[in-house]
């Protein structure tokens, strides 16, 4: 059994410690349920300018991890394990670097997924191949996470290697299979 330390009650009672893993490690791998890779968050490499569905993209999986249990995004490799980096989104941010991507990135997060949820995600950065990569780790969230875009929220799992919406008559079966011990939507914000 893994440590586990309570976080936030009202978010997940249990969540693991994340510990880093090898970039190389997740590299050698396909994607799959708990791996997905991005080429940029949010620069548009066809369209060579800032593309916010790029960002929107990158919070449906995170929402799906949370949803589902978990798992690794890596941004600036696209899905034949090329290395793209993150020179492009640096040059579209006000700070250049790593920390103006995490920042930006936690703004995204925030308004479009939940700062309660923030803690539940760690973020760091590798260089391979001279280039920056960030490896996004999500640990499974306690309770539903709904991504909020424009005025309406969306709820995503993962199945196999893909992010999937589910309708809205299907998410009260996969919420009491998920999370059977929260049988109310009273018990979900406890």
Avoid at 13 to 41: C, G, M, Q, R, Y
Avoid at 81 to 98: E, H, N, P, Q
Avoid at 160 to 172: A, M, Q
Wanted: proline share 3%.
């Amino acid at each position: 059994k893994s440590k586990r330390f309570s976080v936030n009650k009202n978010i997940d009672e249990a969540a693991p410690i994340a510990a880093k893993v090898n970039v190389l490690d997740l590299l050698d791998k396909d994607e799959h349920e708990n791996l997905e890779f991005k080429s940029t968050f949010r620069w548009d490499t066809r369209q060579n300018n800032v593309n916010k569905i790029l960002e929107k993209s990158v919070m449906k999986t995170i929402a799906a991890f949370l949803n589902s249990r978990g798992g690794h995004l890596v941004i600036g490799v696209d899905d034949n394990k090329t290395i793209v980096g993150l020179t492009a989104d640096y040059g579209s941010l006000v700070r250049k670097d790593a920390d103006g991507f995490e920042n930006h990135f936690t703004l995204v997060f925030n308004t479009m997924i939940g700062p309660e949820f923030r803690q539940l995600v760690k973020v760091w950065f590798n260089i391979l191949a001279n280039n920056d990569i960030c490896i996004i780790q999500v640990t499974p969230s306690g309770r539903p996470v709904y991504l909020k875009l424009e005025d309406s929220e969306h709820f995503y799992v993962r199945t196999g290697n893909v992010t999937t919406p589910l309708k809205l008559s299907e998410i009260e079966a996969y919420r009491r299979s998920r999370w059977p011990q929260r049988t109310s939507v009273n018990e979900l914000y406890k």
